[in-house]
Each structure stands twice: as structure tokens, then as C-alpha cells.
């Protein structure tokens, strides 16, 4: 497994470009694209504004791989996983910190020194870094015991998990990312927009939090139930067009019905088929508004015979019907 240590970057990657998209007083946007024959390609988008740094960080490497980040430094932020999968070790953290693919969390780390193990040939994630004066200045005054434990790591010096095992995505937190990763407006609207939206992540984020139990009940569940149930989430995410039922996804993977229903809400914060209808409705969105399709054409392709009920559906989830989306479309095509 190769190593890439992340504080010899400009070291290891031979064709490396940078561009600074744009700058202010109050926000930069650059980009950072690199790559090593034999090693890995990869890029770098960060938009930073006073108090955050977002950043969309894609590695390819082609096989598994290992980051390494020896730069002490206190670091508080957000992680949201969009493809691959991460166990990170922590000298100040017992065990290994794991997140995939539609998972996510909130940490402060007074040294944040790790190794992080990619288990994939890609590795594509979104984070945001807070400064921490900031971010204890938008947590002042916030008596919850999520804003609580936080306010004590920091002045402690003592490290903070929003959740040990990770959160999953909610339908909310996927929308805004797909917000932030399909923005259209440009100059310092784009930049006021996007740093709505970071502030608008960490909200969700912290309304989450706030309903884990003060222990998490994934605990209970073996190492090898959770791999099996991981297992189900990434058939559900690569086959969601599919038709398949509980009873065929427990022979599949080895799960008794009761375990799968149980754990996938207690581990993934959804059912089985609330993940699935969450994930074709967003397929959905994209059809209408990238590839041109009507809503007809978009309802049955995501399986729906009934025209009107995909509109009832699409409207409860998005706030606004499928129709709007297209003519949303059509109007920033004709602007542009």
C-alpha cells in the first residue's frame, strides 16, 4: 500500500498546477490539480471565507493507499465522504475512526497527527475547516449538550467525535452538498452562497448530533455485522434502480431480517428503503435539471408508473415540483 505523506506533497507529485480562481478581501477560490506516473492523480478545490475553509479534495490512486499527515495542529472540522472509504488512527484516540461513502462527522482534534487508510482506488470527500475562535464564537451562547461537549474539548485540549461509528448523510446535508458541488452563480454571489451553505452543513450537522443517544447503540453490533450491513449500504447505493426485496438482501449478505431492518436504522439513520427512494429522488433531480429529461421520462425511469404520485413525492422531499426543476433548468441555460 503506498504511502503519500501530506506534508511532502509539492515533493511527490511531478506535474502539479494551481490556479487561484478568485480573490477578495473576504474570500479566496483556487484550484490545485497533481500527479505522479505510478503513484496517484488527483485535485484540490478550496473556497476559504473569514472563519471557514471549504474544500473538495479527489484522489486517484488506482489501488489502495495510505495518507500521512505528521503536522501537529489543532483542527476542528467537518468530513463528508462522497466516494471511497477511510479508517483513520489517532494517537489520542483509542481505535480507529471510520467513515464511507455517505457518512459524515464534526471533530476537534487538539493535534491532529494521523494515518489514514484508504481502502479504495478513489478517495473523493468534502470537508470544511473551521477556524476556532470562529467557531466557538457561533457556538456562544448554545446550552445543547452537542454545543457543550465541544465547548469542553477545545477548552480542555481534549479531542471530540460528533459519533464514534459516523453519521449517514440525511436527505438535507445530501441536498446541500449537491448544492455546493452544482452552484451556478459566479462573483461574490457564488461565494455569499456557498458560505451560506457551509454554515447551513454545520447546523445539520449539529441537529443530528444533538439526537444521537449520549451513547451510541451501534456499539452493540460485531465487527462482522457492521461490515455486512456496510456491505447492504453499498449494494443499496450502486443498485438502487434495481428491483429487490428484504428477504433477498438477507441471503445475500448473510443477515437475519430482524438485523438488517434494526441495524441499518440504528447504523445508517434511515430504513433500507427510505435510502433507496432518497437516493432515486435524487437521481431523479438530476435527469430534470443535467440531462434534459421530462417528467414523465424521469419518473419512470426511476420506476414510477404513476406520473402524478413521483410529482407528490418529489415536491414533499425538494420543496417544489419536478416541473419548476426543468423550467429552472431551461432559464439558467438561456441566461448562459
Not at 478513489?122 to 446550552?143: E, S
Not at 453499498?234 to 441471503?251: R, W
Amino acid at each position: 500500500m503506498d504511502k503519500i505523506n501530506l506534508a511532502n506533497w509539492d515533493q511527490l507529485f511531478g506535474k502539479a498546477e494551481q490556479q487561484i480562481v478568485f480573490a477578495s478581501d473576504r474570500y479566496t477560490d483556487f484550484r490545485f490539480q497533481f500527479e505522479e506516473a505510478g503513484l496517484a492523480k488527483g485535485s484540490i478545490h478550496a473556497v476559504s471565507t473569514p472563519g471557514m475553509q471549504l474544500t473538495e479534495f479527489r484522489l486517484d490512486a488506482g489501488q489502495p493507499f495510505q495518507l500521512v499527515d505528521e503536522a501537529p495542529r489543532a483542527s476542528a472540522e467537518s468530513v463528508f465522504i462522497l466516494e471511497g472509504n477511510a479508517a483513520s488512527r489517532f494517537h489520542n484516540i483509542d481505535g480507529s475512526v471510520r467513515l464511507a461513502k455517505g457518512f459524515h462527522n464534526l471533530q476537534y482534534n487538539p493535534e491532529f497527527t494521523g494515518h489514514h487508510a484508504i481502502n479504495a482506488p478513489v478517495f473523493h470527500a468534502l470537508t470544511i475547516i473551521y477556524d476556532i475562535t470562529f467557531l466557538q464564537g457561533l457556538l456562544q451562547g448554545d446550552d445543547t449538550r452537542v454545543a457543550d461537549r465541544i465547548a469542553n474539548a477545545i477548552g480542555g485540549a481534549k479531542t471530540f467525535l460528533a459519533d464514534k461509528q459516523a453519521m449517514a448523510c440525511r436527505p438535507g446535508i445530501a441536498d446541500v452538498i449537491s448544492a455546493i458541488r452544482q452552484c451556478r452563480f459566479t462573483g461574490t454571489t457564488r461565494y455569499l452562497f456557498l458560505e451560506s451553505k457551509m454554515l447551513e452543513l454545520l447546523a445539520l450537522q449539529l441537529d443530528q448530533a444533538a439526537q444521537l443517544p449520549p451513547t451510541t447503540n451501534s456499539q452493540q453490533w460485531s465487527v462482522a455485522d457492521r461490515e455486512r450491513l456496510h456491505a447492504v449500504k453499498q449494494f443499496v447505493e450502486n443498485a438502487y434502480l434495481e428491483d429487490f426485496s428484504l428477504k433477498e438482501l438477507t441471503y445475500k449478505f448473510g443477515l437475519n431480517e430482524f438485523k438488517l431492518k434494526k441495524g441499518y436504522k440504528e447504523l445508517f439513520q434511515t430504513t433500507v428503503f427510505g435510502h433507496l427512494h432518497q437516493l432515486r429522488m435524487q437521481k431523479a433531480r438530476v435527469l430534470l435539471q443535467e440531462d434534459g429529461m421530462n417528467v414523465s421520462e424521469a419518473a419512470f425511469f426511476i420506476g414510477y408508473n404513476n406520473v402524478s404520485s413521483f410529482c407528490t413525492e418529489f415536491k414533499k422531499r425538494f420543496g417544489y415540483t419536478p416541473g419548476k426543476s426543468t423550467m429552472k433548468e431551461k432559464t439558467l441555460k438561456a441566461v448562459t
